[in-house]
């Protein structure tokens, strides 16, 4: 099955009365826990963007908190998963000052960690691409925004 293009789909959308569209996305998030966390962002969330940023961050904290230290290889995986978590969450909020507090909170999180992050290239690519995408992002924010950010950018690039 060919699926129809966006502009398809928002013609459709406007013919359908209230009633159907509420049933197609109850429908839709019964389908995939993304769309089904997608839907409780845009509902509940969506408002309260600071409080949204809270919680990305108390669930960053409770992942960091299940990093297994024995071995650098357990640690780059769940590295990784918080890494995900992370990237889907951003795509929810859509939001480029959203995405650069939870990116900056995760790079602070991982510097304080205890992890010879530098002794692991993987972990250390990762890291150095948490930074880039954060950079990426601050080059669009003006100009006050971006001295803020860069201000708090600072000491997690600085080597030790």
Excluded at 11 to 31: G, M
Excluded at 54 to 80: G, P
């Amino acid at each position: 099955m060919k699926s129809a293009a966006v502009h398809e789909i928002k013609q459709e959308l406007t013919n359908l009365k209230p009633a159907q569209l509420t049933e197609l996305c109850l429908r839709l998030a019964r389908f995939k826990k993304e769309n089904k966390e997608l839907l409780t962002y845009l509902l509940f969330e969506a408002d309260d963007e600071q409080g949204y940023i809270n919680s990305i961050k108390k669930e960053t904290d409770d992942l960091f908190e299940t990093i297994n230290l024995s071995h650098l290889y357990y640690a780059k995986k769940t590295l990784r998963k918080i890494v995900r978590v992370i990237n889907r969450y951003c795509r929810y909020s859509g939001n480029k000052q959203t995405e650069i507090e939870v990116r900056i909170y995760f790079c602070s999180k991982l510097k304080k960690s205890g992890i010879p992050f530098k002794r692991n290239t993987i972990i250390s690519n990762m890291y150095d691409s948490q930074l880039k995408k954060i950079n990426t992002i601050i080059a669009t924010l003006h100009e006050d925004l971006q001295y803020d950010y860069l201000k708090q950018l600072k000491p997690l690039t600085e080597q030790e």
